[in-house]
C-alpha cells in the first residue's frame, strides 16, 4: 500500500519479518486505481523504483500490480506501458462486463497480457450487487453469489476469459462453493457469455 520508494521497501522487509521467509514469489503494489496513484508509485522516488531494488536483492522474484473499481483497465493499459509488470489482478465479472467502456478496456488489457506474457488474476468474479443499507452478512464488502447454480456461472464467466486464474471468496461459507465450482469449471462459448451479461440487469455494479 505504500506509495513511496522507501516506505515500500520497508513495507516489503517487514512482511517478509511477518511472514519468516526469505524472499516473495510475487511481491504487488496494491489498490492502484487511478492515473494519480499510478503516477504516484512510478515516479523516481516512487514505490516501484524500491520493489525493483528489492526484486534486484533476491527479496522478489517478480512484481505486480491490483486494482479494483471502473478506471483498472485503463489504468493498468498505462501501467504496462511504464514498467514490465509480471501480474496484474483486477475484477472481471458478468455483471462488470455489462458496462461497455469497462468490457473494452479490459479485454484490450487481456490481448495486452497475453501479448506480453504478463500473468492475469482476477477477483470479485462471483460479485452481485452492493450491501448498500442492508445488512452484511458474509465477510466481504459486497455481496456475492452464495448458491452453487450462480457461483459456478460466475466462475465459468471468468475462466472463459483469457485470464491465469481467479483468487477466491473472502468468505468461509462460500469458499467451499466457490473451489468445488473452479473444479467443475466448464468453459462458456460466446452466446452463452453473452446471454448471461444480458441478465446483469438484474444486478449492479459494486463500483462507483
Not at 473494452?104 to 452481485?128: F, P, S
Request: net charge negative; proline share 4%.
Amino acid at each position: 500500500m505504500e506509495r513511496q520508494k522507501e516506505d515500500a521497501a520497508a513495507e516489503l522487509r517487514h512482511s517478509l519479518e511477518i511472514l519468516q521467509v526469505d524472499m516473495f514469489d510475487l511481491f504487488q503494489l496494491h489498490a492502484i486505481t487511478s492515473m494519480a496513484a499510478l503516477d504516484q508509485v512510478t515516479a523516481p522516488g516512487g514505490a516501484l523504483n524500491g520493489v525493483i531494488e528489492a526484486r534486484s536483492e533476491g527479496l522478489t522474484d517478480y512484481i505486480g500490480i491490483t486494482g479494483h473499481g471502473n478506471y483498472v483497465p485503463t489504468v493498468f493499459l498505462e501501467a504496462l506501458d511504464r514498467f514490465d509488470f509480471d501480474m496484474v489482478l483486477y475484477p472481471i465479472n458478468f455483471v462488470q462486463y455489462a458496462n461497455p467502456e469497462y468490457r473494452r478496456h479490459a479485454e484490450e488489457l487481456l490481448r495486452q497480457c497475453r501479448e506480453k506474457d504478463v500473468g492475469v488474476m482476477i477477483i470479485k468474479a462471483i460479485v452481485k450487487l452492493p450491501w448498500g443499507e442492508r445488512e452484511r452478512t458474509y465477510n466481504t464488502w459486497y455481496d456475492s453469489f452464495d448458491d452453487p447454480q450462480n457461483i459456478q456461472q460466475g466462475v465459468d464467466f471468468a475462466l472463459s476469459q483469457d485470464v491465469t486464474g481467479l483468487c477466491t471468496s473472502a468468505d468461509v461459507t462460500i469458499l467451499p462453493m466457490f473451489l468445488h465450482d473452479c473444479e467443475r469449471y466448464k468453459p462458456m462459448d460466446a452466446m452463452q457469455q453473452e446471454a448471461l451479461i444480458a441478465a446483469a440487469s438484474d444486478y449492479e455494479t459494486i463500483f462507483e
